[in-house]
């Protein structure tokens, strides 16, 4: 089965409302007790915390647009998301010693111009828009077991890969989004859940290693996270993953190193990018059989580094001290005709966090990404093109980005993200039926994050 790859849903959806809730919960701990003590809910919040159950209740809000980069420019993007679930401390309850239940349920009940990716154009101005074609999604329903103080951590149960490995370091991931990772290695973006199985071990505090198996969909945007094994499209294939990290803050070194390096192999089936069984164009050769690979490797390394402290480390206690931090990544498949088309991604960026002093968990950041194709897909997009009527453009085979972005927080349980970017050489990547050609430019990305279990006191 072809599966069309549409403008498809970056982690950004977990990592711009799950993990800001991780950062809003982070600055929550510098909110006054007494405001926490006066919220609606807060005794029920202190009742199930005795009991073992952390609820999770988050809204977010996000718009995109592509004021003049795409093919039709000037399209918006919007999506509303409601997340809802919790986690149940077995051995808090009694039950099972160091035992943990996850769930995450998404709902997104309104949505606005879902294909917008194809109006953006290619591989970095079109891929990040998200696709979301169903309103529920199962995130994470599994249990964890940990094991030898908590070094050891095994899980089994419905989650995506993102939520454990391949993290970007990006201050404001909308500006990296990894789309080997999502879509080459079959991670699928945040929403969309596979059975899985996974073992974490911590050497330190700081270093740990995860290794697991995933079930993976080509067609994900058209799952919810509930089948059982196969989807409706008998796009399954298994995904096996194995990272190394180390993750430090400021409360743990004065200049915290991060760094991550994960190699991935998915035994996927897929159609070549360009050739047909009888080695010519597919674009041409219609009545041919497409060529067909199974399976699909590479790597992703990533790494970030704090250089400079205002209080020149001076204040070990300080979780959020101004600082800047340089950044980068890159990906690559092994394959010389890799599923999806996509060769390398790589970023490199500067983040100045905490600028001043009276909001010292905004930060700021400046990222430069590119992306190259394969040579398969970089010749099956020009014969579209030439095909579809297009004449006088060479479609590019790298893609340049320069990104700008900003995370505020408003207060301990909003936050409030921006990213405006631009792009040169932009592709008919996300959509080559057209005989338009991309034009370069600026696209935008606002996203606002509410904590609504932290505002309710639970």
């Known amino acids: 089965m072809k599966i069309t790859p549409h403008n498809i849903w970056t982690r950004m959806l977990c990592a711009g409302a799950v993990l800001s809730g991780m950062v809003l919960s982070s600055a929550a701990l510098a909110a006054d007790d007494a405001d926490s003590a006066d919220r609606p809910l807060s005794d029920v919040g202190a009742w199930l915390s005795e009991n073992g159950v952390t609820p999770h209740?988050?809204?977010?809000?996000?718009?995109?647009?592509?004021?003049?980069?795409?093919?039709?420019?000037?399209?918006?993007?919007?999506?509303?998301?409601?997340?809802?679930?919790?986690?149940?401390?077995?051995?808090?309850?009694?039950?099972?010693?160091?035992?943990?239940?996850?769930?995450?349920?998404?709902?997104?009940?309104?949505?606005?111009?879902?294909?917008?990716?194809?109006?953006?154009?290619?591989?970095?101005?079109?891929?990040?828009?998200?696709?979301?074609?169903?309103?529920?999604?199962?995130?994470?329903?599994?249990?964890?077991?940990?094991?030898?103080?908590?070094?050891?951590?095994?899980?089994?149960?419905?989650?995506?890969?993102?939520?454990?490995?391949?993290?970007?370091?990006?201050?404001?991931?909308?500006?990296?989004?990894?789309?080997?990772?999502?879509?080459?290695?079959?991670?699928?973006?945040?929403?969309?859940?596979?059975?899985?199985?996974?073992?974490?071990?911590?050497?330190?505090?700081?270093?740990?290693?995860?290794?697991?198996?995933?079930?993976?969909?080509?067609?994900?945007?058209?799952?919810?996270?509930?089948?059982?094994?196969?989807?409706?499209?008998?796009?399954?294939?298994?995904?096996?993953?194995?990272?190394?990290?180390?993750?430090?803050?400021?409360?743990?070194?004065?200049?915290?190193?991060?760094?991550?390096?994960?190699?991935?192999?998915?035994?996927?089936?897929?159609?070549?990018?360009?050739?047909?069984?009888?080695?010519?164009?597919?674009?041409?050769?219609?009545?041919?059989?497409?060529?067909?690979?199974?399976?699909?490797?590479?790597?992703?390394?990533?790494?970030?580094?704090a250089f400079w402290r205002r209080d020149g480390g001076a204040n070990p206690d300080n979780p959020a001290p101004s600082a800047l931090s340089v950044h980068g990544s890159w990906s690559q498949t092994l394959e010389s005709d890799a599923y999806t088309g996509i060769a390398t991604l790589a970023d490199a960026g500067l983040i100045w966090s905490g600028p001043w002093q009276s909001r010292p968990y905004d930060s700021y950041g400046l990222t430069f990404r590119w992306g190259r194709l394969t040579a398969g897909e970089h010749r099956y997009l020009q014969d579209m093109y030439d095909s579809e009527g297009g004449t006088g453009w060479r479609v590019p085979r790298d893609e340049q980005q320069l990104s700008i972005d900003a995370s505020f927080m408003l207060t301990p349980e909003v936050n409030l993200t921006m990213t405006g970017s631009r792009v040169w050489n932009n592709t008919n990547y996300q959509y080559a039926y057209t005989s338009v050609k991309p034009e370069d430019g600026y696209t935008f990305w606002v996203q606002v994050n509410l904590m609504l279990d932290k505002l309710l006191g639970l």
């Open 57 to 305: 209740i988050m809204a977010s809000q996000l718009w995109l647009g592509n004021p003049s980069a795409g093919t039709p420019t000037k399209e918006q993007q919007a999506y509303t998301m409601f997340f809802a679930g919790a986690d149940f401390d077995l051995d808090r309850m009694g039950l099972i010693p160091g035992g943990t239940v996850h769930f995450m349920q998404l709902w997104v009940p309104f949505s606005h111009n879902t294909l917008y990716g194809n109006d953006a154009g290619g591989l970095l101005a079109g891929d990040p828009p998200p696709y979301i074609p169903k309103v529920a999604h199962l995130l994470r329903f599994g249990y964890e077991q940990k094991l030898f103080n908590d070094r050891l951590s095994l899980e089994i149960g419905k989650s995506n890969p993102g939520q454990f490995v391949g993290f970007s370091n990006c201050n404001v991931t909308s500006s990296c989004v990894n789309t080997v990772l999502n879509k080459t290695a079959g991670f699928a973006p945040m929403p969309y859940a596979g059975w899985g199985a996974r073992a974490g071990y911590h050497f330190t505090p700081a270093l740990e290693s995860n290794i697991g198996v995933w079930r993976t969909y080509q067609a994900f945007p058209f799952t919810n996270g509930w089948e059982r094994w196969d989807d409706d499209y008998d796009s399954g294939s298994t995904l096996l993953v194995a990272n190394v990290a180390r993750r430090a803050g400021f409360q743990q070194e004065p200049y915290p190193f991060n760094w991550e390096v994960l190699a991935f192999h998915n035994n996927l089936q897929y159609n070549d990018a360009y050739y047909t069984v009888n080695g010519t164009s597919k674009v041409y050769d219609s009545s041919a059989a497409v060529l067909t690979h199974k399976g699909v490797s590479g790597f992703y390394v990533t790494a970030k580094k």
